[in-house]
């Protein structure tokens, strides 16, 4: 460790001592700016109090927490990542869990072009090899994460059950979003939330509003044809209103807290 990154970690755990930030969970979903969140929380506390589930192999990292004692488990301040969430039973109960949400077709869309750009994501050779259209990669079924993966996730079915009672998924998937994590952000409104967390965890680090691993030479949602955001919009109808549900009661709760 180089002079730098010693002071720094030095500096956090000072920083810790003094102001107690809370245990964060962070369930990180694919393109929903987490990259920037992971970033500033890990800002907040020192290295041995973190664990980041690698996302090149997420299921085993999973695993291998699971594996660690309750001491050992109990001692991480920060757990971050993809399928955060199926540690929900294996951390500190004291912990406050987290996500963040991006408006579905946006999300698709960022999917879409962020897989085009970077040569070491897993799709990239077959979505290049191809030529895909952002339509025809909407409709591919190559990965769970680009039709109505924000239901299946949070509800625990596979795409098949929820399509099949689609009221009943979106419900169970609203339930568990609004019971089970204690601040619940989105993207659009990416600063409020962060002042949020700051707040309710005692983080003491000045948030930068760094924007990371952000997909670069996208058009915006309003340039994407009509056509392709209705073929997108079909695809993820469960996860849109589930998205505008959830999006309805947390801004409800904001508001009678003010």
């Not at 699971?66 to 929900?88: C, F, P, V, W």
């Amino acid at each position: 460790m180089n002079i730098g990154a010693l002071y720094a970690n030095v500096k956090k755990e000072v920083c810790c001592l003094v102001s107690r930030p809370k245990r964060i969970l962070f369930d990180h979903l694919p393109k929903c700016g987490g990259s920037s969140l992971t970033t500033y929380l890990a800002s907040n506390y020192p290295k041995r109090k973190i664990f980041c589930i690698e996302g090149s192999n997420p299921r085993e990292s999973v695993e291998s927490f699971k594996r660690l004692s309750q001491n050992n488990r109990y001692s991480i301040d920060l757990i971050q990542g993809h399928l955060a969430h199926e540690l929900l039973d294996w951390i500190h109960p004291d912990t406050l869990k987290i996500t963040v949400l991006r408006g579905p077709v946006d999300r698709v869309i960022s999917h879409y072009y962020y897989v085009k750009l970077y040569k070491n994501h897993y799709l990239h050779e077959k979505v290049s090899r191809a030529a895909m259209t952002l339509e025809e990669y909407t409709l591919s079924g190559l990965s769970n994460e680009l039709r109505n993966w924000y239901t299946t996730h949070f509800s625990g079915y596979t795409v098949e059950e929820a399509e099949k009672s689609p009221e009943e998924s979106i419900a169970k998937a609203a339930e568990v979003i609004l019971r089970q994590y204690d601040v619940v952000g989105f993207l659009d409104d990416f600063t409020y939330f962060v002042a949020t967390l700051k707040k309710k965890a005692r983080l003491w680090s000045i948030y930068q509003n760094e924007k990371i691993n952000v997909t670069k030479k996208r058009p915006a949602l309003d340039k994407i044809s009509p056509s392709i955001r209705n073929t997108i919009e079909q695809v993820n109808f469960l996860d849109i209103a589930l998205y505008e549900r959830v999006k309805e009661r947390v801004e409800m709760r904001q508001e009678s807290r003010r």
